[in-house]
């Protein structure tokens, strides 16, 4: 068994995928993110809503809060779905969780006399497959940056 990847130009590595949930009646494309350093597979808020999830009423997650390099959250919980890597070649399913993506705010304060403006900005987090779905059917990741190719394969 043998999954292509894709590597962008920005040094991601890619897998197209098809998610499908049977609580929600979602289901579509996906192209996920593999991110060795988190464990759970995340959909995305642009995925999350193209596919059908209800993300303004999905609940909370009930794990343990998530770490990563942007901090500590809390997540909502997207449920069982079946994940389909490449052309079939790796069936499994999954608790999907989904993180609600920042609102843009603008924060206006008075230091000194002055009023001062300062931006949150909105950052729109990837579909990412965490580690949890490769280690739990034994796969590799191998990823050849100089040809920018690479492949998940069964060890």
Known sequence: ?????????????EVEAYVSSKRYSAKGPVTFMI?????????????????GFPVA???????????????????????????????????DAEEMLYFAPEKDVKLKTRQG???RERRRRTFALPSILGTEILLRNRCVLRVDWKSGSGEIQRG
Request: glycine share 18%; aromatic share 2%.
């Open 1 to 13: 068994m043998s999954i292509a990847l894709r590597l962008t130009t920005d040094g991601r590595i």
């Open 35 to 51: 991110d060795t350093g988190s464990q759970k597979t995340i959909l995305g808020p642009r995925d999350a809503e193209t596919l």
């Open 57 to 91: 009423s999905l609940p909370p997650y009930a794990g343990r809060p998530l770490f990563g390099i942007g901090g500590r959250g809390r997540p909502l919980d997207a449920g069982l779905c079946q994940i389909v890597l490449g052309d079939a070649d790796l069936v």
């Open 113 to 115: 006399g002055g009023l």
